[in-house]
């Protein structure tokens, strides 16, 4: 592992100690958990903006979707 520093303003800090407290972990794994979950979640922005974009050039057509439309409805009472 590489140590960084990391400039945090005084609450910003204080909250970070103390959700580090809650989950029994050290500030350093706190802000690894964090950031690891921000950049899944970055991730996945990017492979749906990547998907709409693929839709908006390339519709679907009524004829591919058609079919599983008819398969994913309820049945009749």
Do not use: C, F
Not at 13 to 33: P, V
């Amino acid at each position: 592992m590489e140590t960084i520093q990391v400039v945090l303003d005084k609450p910003l800090l204080k909250a970070a100690d103390t959700a580090a407290k809650r989950q029994k972990m050290n500030r350093s794994a706190l802000i690894r958990q964090a950031l690891q979950e921000h950049l899944k979640r970055l991730h996945l922005l990017d492979l749906e903006k990547r998907d709409r974009r693929g839709y908006q050039t390339k519709p679907q057509r009524v004829e591919e979707y058609l079919p599983w439309e008819e398969t994913a409805a309820w049945p009749e009472d």
